[in-house]
């Protein structure tokens, strides 16, 4: 079996994520949005519909590549948030999950020099601090290059996910912004309870 098909039948099709792809098929291709990037004061598309996402990569690799919808990564999160489960859908034991969010880095790796000083887990990064991303200690996720932002917090029993398609350092003031803005509202409602 190859690394896709394993995706598939391990993880994709048990969680119901049915618009994960490393090569989006060209039924699909509609659905996809531009990417962009701002150059020069204007805002470019630097990666149209039309992208490469609707080629074979070549390669499937796990450092990146898969293209996927709003819907599947926020499966993927409700897993994460359900400690390696779904309902009665479990891709891997509790204790595993536990292990992949948590800081895998060796005791005194210098993170002075990292773009958000964090934690690294197997995939994502781990809040460290409370302060590396504005999220509670051991927050668990990941950032994307254009903008994406997404993450599971055990301790507020909440998974996250915001999307826009803008590369380059705009998109920092949205990443910022959706986490004040959850972390907000979750005070305001404990302050009403």
Do not use: C
Not at 29 to 43: I, L, S
Not at 97 to 126: C, H, I, N, T, W
């Amino acid at each position: 079996m190859g690394y896709e098909e394993f995706l598939r039948r391990r993880i994709f099709a048990p969680l119901g994520m049915n618009d994960t792809f490393f090569q989006v098929p060209a039924a699909r291709a509609g659905r996809m949005t531009d990417n962009h990037a701002v150059y020069q004061g204007n805002v470019i598309v630097v990666d149209p519909a039309d992208s490469i996402y609707l080629d074979p990569p070549p390669i499937a690799f796990g450092g990146g590549g898969l293209a996927s919808s709003a819907h599947d990564y926020d499966r993927f999160l409700t897993m994460l948030l359900g400690l390696g489960a779904i309902g009665d859908a479990r891709i891997m034991r509790e204790e595993t999950a536990r292990l992949g969010m948590s800081d895998l880095l060796p005791e005194g790796v210098d993170k002075s020099r990292m773009y958000v000083p964090s934690g690294f887990g197997a995939g994502g990064s781990v809040a460290i601090t409370g302060q590396d991303r504005g999220q509670p200690v051991g927050s668990y996720g990941w950032g994307g290059a254009a903008g994406t932002a997404a993450w599971v917090d055990h301790s507020n029993a909440i998974r996250v996910s915001g999307y826009i398609q803008l590369l380059g350092q705009q998109n920092n003031d949205f990443r910022a912004g959706l986490t004040n803005a959850v972390y907000a509202d979750l005070a305001s409602q404990r302050a009403d309870d």
